[in-house]
């Protein structure tokens, strides 16, 4: 049963709203904008803040800052809060590792490359990285050529034995396979399904209320979790599909806020 007219519409980032680590299309950044009007907005995503400035943010036009006020910005899954005070985007909280969280998966990590001769000389930038709720490891370095990144694992082989062996080392943590050569450990059970809960506390908007729109809402997709925890979802394909559902949601709700 879908929510006819839900106060609150969250989307998921890449592929969703834009291609991939790419800004929204002019098209998407006004019917944000509009979407705005009539209801609250949520952007989630594994992604850091940077991403969601880069590729929503910077390209939202003629928009006030009132109306700001309504779109909530997730990410890592949630972990991140911003809203936009007076204008300016306030991180509201980070729900960031401890100091003994982190230094164990730094630990952990780096060792287990090492054994297993992951551990590479030839780097694009740090191997490490702390992202305050994540610790990652990049094989090749944070800023490695697609192409190098592609070769360096293939059949994922590396990837997955690195993942097993420091999974084995931190029980009380998870540690997950990201891009190509990256391995990423966070809290366990940091999903959207955490975030989307998250948002309905810290909103007072029941998740009844609530419409998600996702690109990956099948059982192994990374927006499943939110369907499985009972919000009302739109399964798209691309932003195209996204779009066309807000020229028809947008109305609707205008109507009713009316
Ligand atoms: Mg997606």
């Known amino acids: 049963m879908a929510t006819q007219h839900p106060r609150l519409v969250a989307f998921d980032l890449d592929d969703t709203l834009a291609p991939s680590k790419s800004p929204i299309d ?6 944000l904008v509009r979407l705005l009007g009539v209801a609250e907005v949520c952007v989630i995503s594994g992604g850091q803040f940077a991403q969601f400035t880069m590729q929503v943010i910077d390209n939202l036009v003629d928009v006030d800052a009132v109306t700001l006020t309504r779109l909530h910005l997730m990410p890592t899954c949630g972990t991140q809060y911003y809203r936009s005070e007076e204008g300016t985007w306030v991180q509201v909280y980070a729900e960031n590792l401890t100091d003994d969280q982190k230094q164990r998966a730094l630990a952990a ?3 287990t490359a090492r054994e297993l001769g992951y551990w590479e000389t030839k780097t694009w930038g740090p191997i490490l990285e702390d992202r305050g709720s994540q610790i990652t ?3 090749l370095g ?3 050529p697609v192409a190098a990144k592609t070769q360096w694992d293939a059949d994922g082989v590396k990837k997955t034995a690195l993942r097993e062996a420091v999974q084995s080392l931190l029980p009380d943590l ?3 396979s990201g891009g190509s050569t990256s391995v990423d450990i966070t809290r366990r059970g940091i999903d959207k399904a955490y975030g989307m809960t998250r948002l309905a506390e810290l909103t007072g908007i029941p998740l ?3 419409l998600f729109v996702g690109d990956r809402l099948d059982e192994n997709g990374n927006d499943y979790p939110v369907k499985a925890l009972g919000v009302d979802c739109v399964a798209v394909e691309g932003w195209e599909d996204t779009a066309a559902f807000l020229e ?3 109305p609707v709700l ?3 806020s009316r």
Do not use: G, H, K
């Open 248 to 250: 028809t949601l947008i």
């Open 174 to 176: 998870e540690v997950r």
């Open 137 to 139: 490891f990049s094989a």
């Open 142 to 144: 944070q800023a490695a």
């Open 208 to 210: 009844d209320d609530m």
């Open 109 to 111: 990590v780096e060792t």
């Open 26 to 31: 002019p098209r998407m950044a006004e019917l």
């Open 254 to 256: 205008q109507t009713v």
